[in-house]
């Protein structure tokens, strides 16, 4: 979003931070000029697993380790960080195990709480997973079940190929699990040999076992299913909750549901023909998994964090601890020694970055949906989506207040300063300016409707280059704040649906998001007239479409944050750009700030790497294709 005249930066991942730690580089995560620096978290809470008085949780891609034998006062001991975003945990003695999809199985060791450790690793798409004592079982490409018993070498003792489980549950001898909403029963007795008891068609999603009943969901409704014999389960009736369930935990005929409306719910099954709601509890956050132990429901709300409820008496459910997320890091700027970071359902994070390795959050201001933030002197402007645009006062950084709030008629995706007038990228609202020289009393002075979407903006002079969604790249003339003008912009690129822009020597460069038919591909213009900017050239190589989320300009090098890699580019010769560099960073990479000899990236769900280029200058592939990511040279013909 902001160009840099900076020629070699450090790239930072951004996380959420619970404990002062300095975590572990992840030099697997590297290839070419791109090399690692220190890690810190951040991040929502998204999945837990209990062991006695101990909750193993995941908070964006760290996994904490808390004693809960008070509930009311938790004791955050430990954490380490994983190379991927946690999906799902399993804990078996002193070991933890983390289901992180296409980036594998971690295995933790938690024998010492306050030193957790990753053990061990395997290699698959990895949906969710059980374990019983050294024993794995994995929804991953097939039913896959591990010997543990060695972390640094988990065996595979065994594979079902041909069903592909998203989702599992363990009772007794028997493994149920749903594949393509087909629900299929596995007796495990023989964990070398698995065989299939049942396979029932359905429409399934989630599902739960306890002793006497088997749940599972599809859409709104809750299928109750008995166990008399539990190699066949018996569907009994099916409950209509009105709203879609997300998941589901089971105590006993006890069934405790989590929906689209962040509400957790107690249904009693006693009576399979006629189920009842005990209870309904609205969640702070959004709801994602729910595990019951003994008389407690432990539920994740993603943004708010770990909750816990007593369910003793289910009709009146009482939270009864909690630990607390940060939300989802969206955006970050810089300003001296401290990072500001826009932290999408919580509000804006303020951190001391003297050392950048090991930062010190030092401010907190809540926030509704921060999604952008632009820093302008002693004040950061923070892009608040439909909750329009807040100007806080950041003289002190640990003191951040808020000055000012102005609502837009769209979405406020960025904000960039000229002056006095803050130039909004407002989505579906086009372009808005503000006169914001006095934060108390703001009023708009003009707006550019003739837009699709304006999902982000670069102001130079009195020119505003627009990533102006699936229209492209959109250019209004703004001498006249008051009256915007569109004088140029993009024709002839069908679907070419742009992201996010950066603009530097008369060359405009941006970058597609996810709803464009060349997701992920970067275009460059001359901008030399803004009334007619020229194509220069296009390019994409990486094998998938990845969302490009945003990018920054350094020199002759281009850093491009996508939702699951952060690449280099030298564009010296634009005719042929070279891919020099990349950082796998767990997350969603949504947002860069470039200052000194570093950038920071702020990813949705990641953390913060600082990632060294002083190579990239002069690193380009021999062979002249990008193999390591998979795919062709560079495109040389419009589209």
């Known amino acids: 979003m902001r160009f840099s005249n900076n020629r070699c930066p450090r790239l930072l991942v951004l996380f959420a931070l619970s404990v002062p730690l300095l975590w572990p580089s992840p030099s697997s995560a590297l290839s070419g000029c791109l090399d690692p620096g220190g890690q810190w978290p951040l991040g929502p809470v998204q999945s837990v697993a209990l062991s006695g008085n101990v909750a193993v949780y995941s908070q964006g891609v760290t996994i904490e380790i808390a004693d809960v034998s008070d509930p009311s006062n938790p004791v955050v001991l430990g954490a380490t960080r994983i190379d991927g975003i946690p999906y799902e945990i399993a804990v078996s003695g002193s070991l933890a195990f983390v289901a992180a999809y296409d980036d594998g199985l971690f295995i933790v060791d938690i024998s010492d709480p ?36 060695v972390p640094a070498a988990p065996v595979v003792i065994a594979v079902e190929p041909n069903w592909r489980p998203y989702e599992i549950v363990l009772s007794g001898d028997y493994i149920y699990g749903i594949d393509g909403g087909v629900l299929t029963v596995f007796d495990v007795t023989d964990p070398a040999a698995p065989t299939v008891e049942n396979t029932f068609f359905g429409n399934y999603r989630h599902i739960a076992v306890s002793a006497e009943r088997l749940f599972t969901t599809y859409g709104s409704r809750l299928l109750i299913h008995t166990l008399t014999d539990p190699g066949n389960p018996t569907a009994v009736h099916e409950y209509n909750t009105a709203f879609y369930l997300r998941d589901v935990a089971a105590s006993g005929t006890l069934a405790v549901v989590t929906n689209t409306q962040n509400e957790l719910r107690v249904i009693e099954t006693t009576e399979t023909s006629n189920p009842s709601t005990l209870s309904t509890w609205l969640s702070p ?36 601890g909690s630990i607390d997320s940060n939300g989802f890091s969206y955006d970050i700027a810089i300003r001296g020694n401290y990072a500001f970071v826009a932290q999408r359902r919580s509000g804006l994070m303020v951190f001391d970055i003297t050392d950048p390795d090991t930062p010190t959050p030092v401010g907190f201001l809540p926030l509704a949906d921060a999604i952008g933030i632009t820093i302008d002197g002693t004040r950061a402007i923070v892009a608040g989506f439909e909750a329009g645009v807040f100007i806080v006062d950041i003289e002190n950084p640990s003191q951040p207040t808020l000055i000012g709030l102005f609502d837009t008629p769209g979405e406020a995706w960025t904000v960039e300063i000229a002056g006095q007038f803050a130039h909004v990228a407002d989505g579906t609202g086009g372009l808005r300016i503000f006169d914001i020289s006095n934060p108390g009393s703001v009023s708009q002075i003009g707006a550019m409707t003739d837009a699709d979407s304006v999902m982000d903006i670069a102001v130079v002079g009195d020119v505003a280059y627009l990533a102006d969604s699936c229209r492209g790249l959109s250019v209004v003339d703004v001498s006249n704040p008051a009256a ?12 070419f649906c742009a992201q996010a822009i950066d603009v530097t020597d008369n060359l405009a460069i941006l970058v597609e998001g996810w709803y464009s038919t060349y997701s992920g591909e970067i275009f460059i213009f001359d901008v030399a007239d803004p009334s007619a ?39 010296s010769d634009l005719q042929a750009p070279a891919l020099i560099g990349r950082y796998f960073a767990p997350g969603m990479s949504t947002g860069i700030d470039v200052v000194g000899n570093r950038a920071f990236v702020a990813a949705l769900f990641g953390g913060v790497a600082s990632v060294g280029c002083t190579e990239c200058v002069d690193t380009i592939f021999a062979d002249g294709f990008e193999e390591w990511l998979w795919y062709s040279p560079w495109s040389g013909e419009v589209p």
């Open 285 to 320: 956050g959004s709801t994602r998994t729910i595990a019951v132990n003994d008389s407690l429901a432990y539920l994740t709300a993603t943004e708010g964090g770990l909750r816990w409820l007593d369910i003793t008496d289910p009709a009146n459910p009482t939270e009864v």
């Open 484 to 495: 915007p003008i569109r004088i140029g912009g993009t024709s002839g690129f069908d679907s």
């Open 533 to 571: 900017p020229q194509w220069i050239t296009h390019f994409q190589n990486v094998s998938v479409k990845w969302t490009g989320w945003d990018l920054e300009v350094v020199g002759d090098i281009l850093y491009v944050a996508y939702e699951r890699v952060t690449v280099a580019y030298n564009l």
């Open 114 to 149: 306050a030193a957790p450790i990753v053990a061990g690793h395997f290699s698959d798409q990895v949906y969710d997973v059980l374990a019983r004592d050294n024993t794995v079982f994995l929804a991953a490409s097939g039913l896959t079940i591990l010997d543990a018993t």
